[in-house]
């Protein structure tokens, strides 16, 4: 392997699930098929061994635990470092808050860490703090985008100039071949998935009706960012009330949601971008070899 993002985390493919439910099944679905499936962690500690072993159970593959840090208390948090530690859980993605809290008794106890930046000057930060790997999210996705808003286009080339040696992710916005593409070609080594796994077969089991029903619906309008500091991006009020016939019901999603338009399984995913994307940089370099040739011939 020779991928930086597959070769740190020992997987086959450089997808990695992101936090979006803490219900082991789909992440070990996601092991299954060559990536890094998450748990996303904001149950109590013994919860959390309980998701830990449930995994272990359908998947032998290697997998991630999501602490968003805006959320829990220190106690609680070096409680979950401790199962995390005796489970030999191998990866854990932390997020929405100060790296500083938990990478060290992370690596201490021998665990790889990743963590989720909204912008290069967070991105710094981490690596300071001694992350191995960088997840980048910018205001396009579903996940903790923060106050500053950076589009993928400026925020992967930024990280990636700034710090060219570290592992990089590419969190988000990305359902299908053309979206891998062209995280890659920003410089992006992988990519985190969030609103494209959640209306998979394997999710169904996750999330309420209406989740499915809002993300195949939405248009590139659909969605926007909530309130306070880590600003998740959320399905509209009045884009829920025309979907479902009431405006109180939302989830979190990405703008992506507007290139979804299927249900389709955790392997179709996996076919679209590794398979579809090889296909799809052989398209675009052939329209680089067209201009070259009628530059050549005028
Ligand atoms: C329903 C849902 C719940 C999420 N919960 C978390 C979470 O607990 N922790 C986290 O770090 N990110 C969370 N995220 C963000 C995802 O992990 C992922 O980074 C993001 O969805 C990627 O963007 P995309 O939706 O455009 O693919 C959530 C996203 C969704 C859609």
């Known amino acids: 392997m020779s991928n930086a993002v597959c070769e740190l985390f ?6 990695v699930m992101g936090g979006i439910t803490p219900n082991p099944e789909l992440g070990s679905v996601v092991s299954n098929a060559g990536g890094l499936g998450c748990i996303e962690g904001i149950m109590q500690a013994d919860g959390l061994r309980d998701a830990i072993r449930e995994f272990r159970s ?23 470092v401790k199962v ?21 008794p992370l690596k201490a ?27 980048a999210e910018p205001t396009e996705s579903g996940g903790y985008r923060g106050e500053h808003e950076i589009s993928m286009m400026v925020l992967i080339p930024s990280v990636r100039r700034t710090l060219p040696d570290i592992p990089l992710v590419a969190c988000g916005t990305v359902a299908d071949r053309a979206g891998i593409v062209a995280v890659m070609a920003l410089g992006a080594d992988g990519v985190q998935l969030g609103t494209r ?4 077969k394997e999710a169904a089991g996750s999330y309420g009706d209406h989740v499915a029903k809002l993300v195949l619906a939405a248009d590139d309008t659909s969605t926007m960012s909530a309130e306070g500091r880590i600003r998740p991006r959320i399905s509209k009020p009045d884009f829920a009330e025309q979907v479902l016939g009431v405006s109180n019901k939302r989830t ?9 338009s299927e249900v389709v399984s955790v392997e179709d995913v996996f076919r679209e971008l590794f398979e579809g994307g090889r296909e799809h940089a052989t398209e675009v370099t052939a329209k680089f070899d067209e201009i070259a040739g009628s530059a050549e011939s005028s």
Do not use: W
């Not at 602490?67 to 070096?78: D, I, K, S, V």
């Not at 995390?84 to 060290?104: D, F, Q, R, W, Y």
């Open 10 to 15: 020992g997987i086959r493919y450089p997808l």
């Open 58 to 80: 359908k998947s032998d593959k290697p997998f991630s635990i999501n602490f968003p840090l805006a959320q829990g208390n220190p106690e609680m948090n070096a409680e979950k």
């Open 84 to 104: 995390c530690i005796e489970e030999k859980v191998p990866v854990v993605i932390t997020s929405a808050g100060n790296p500083k809290m938990l990478t060290a």
């Open 109 to 135: 106890g021998g665990i790889t860490v990743g963590h989720v930046v909204a912008s290069t000057y967070h991105a710094r930060k981490a690596v300071d703090a001694g992350v191995d790997c960088l997840i």
């Open 197 to 200: 796994l959640m209306v998979t």
């Open 252 to 260: 979190q999603m990405g703008q992506v949601s507007a290139l979804i």
